[in-house]
């Protein structure tokens, strides 16, 4: 696709239950970011990977949340027994890696999480 | 630890009157510096971008920051707002040492533009 994608758009759940989020990069776009966006916090980064590695985990908030990519394309946001704080809109994004103009990371639409 | 200030929370304004937004940013290192804008219920898309070079960097839809290093500022501006620019506008800082490759936001400055 033209842009990042990200699935599901909304996703509600209950308090303890587990969630998915997955993010589908700009083809071709080697670095993948994972934000989160709360009315509280503002927009923080949660995780950082270069092709399948994870260099930069320092945002992610506590050990219930973990991601992995696969094939360098497709990113998995796993939040386990989630909280009623972890309600917030889960971004993905995407460029073609470090250094310059590469840097310019594109964003999809976001997966708003409500946990009841 | 390395932050972004946004003076504004909270701007509005008449329809062609002028825009500054103010953008600080605290880290002494090399930075690439950004600003997005969020349309109500629409995604966050790319304003403007300084990697390097001429510190005054025009942006889409009549949009302008000017880095200055000493200050460490990035501020936006545009001379004559629409209300199509009423939005959320983000800046962002991407640190570039230490093996980061991330954005710090700002908390982010509601514009509200009336006819």
């Known amino acids: 696709g033209a842009g990042v994608s990200q699935s599901p758009s909304n996703k509600v759940t209950e308090k303890g239950k587990d969630v998915e989020l997955r993010c589908d990069p700009i083809?071709?776009?080697?670095?993948l970011y994972w934000y989160r966006q709360s009315l509280g916090q503002g927009l923080e980064f949660l995780i950082y990977f270069q092709g399948n590695s994870a260099p930069d985990k320092s945002g992610l908030p506590s050990d219930r949340f973990s991601a992995e990519r696969t094939g360098g394309s497709v990113s998995t946001l796993t939040i386990q027994r989630t909280q009623q704080e972890d309600s917030a809109v889960y971004l993905c994004?995407?460029?073609?890696?470090?250094?310059?103009?590469?840097?310019?990371?594109?964003f999809g639409p976001g997966t708003r999480l409500t946990v009841l | 630890a390395q932050s972004v200030s946004q003076h504004n929370h909270h701007v509005i304004l008449s329809e062609a009157a002028s825009l500054e937004l103010g953008c600080n940013y605290s880290?002494?290192?090399?930075?690439?510096l950004f600003w997005y804008v969020q349309y109500p219920g629409q995604h966050l898309q790319l304003l403007l971008k300084?990697?390097?070079?001429?510190?005054l960097v025009k942006g889409i839809k009549g949009f302008e920051a000017e880095f200055i290093k000493s200050k460490f500022s990035f501020n936006l501006r545009k001379p004559s707002v629409q209300w199509s620019d009423t939005a959320e506008y983000f800046c962002a800082v991407n640190l570039l040492s230490g093996g980061y490759n991330k954005l710090i936001f700002g908390a982010g400055t509601r514009l509200a533009v009336h006819p």
């Open positions: 083809s071709g776009h080697t670095a």
């Open positions: 994004a995407s460029s073609l890696g470090m250094g310059g103009s590469y840097n310019e990371q594109f």
């Open positions: 300084y990697f390097s070079g001429d510190p």
């Open positions: 880290y002494g290192g090399t930075v690439n």
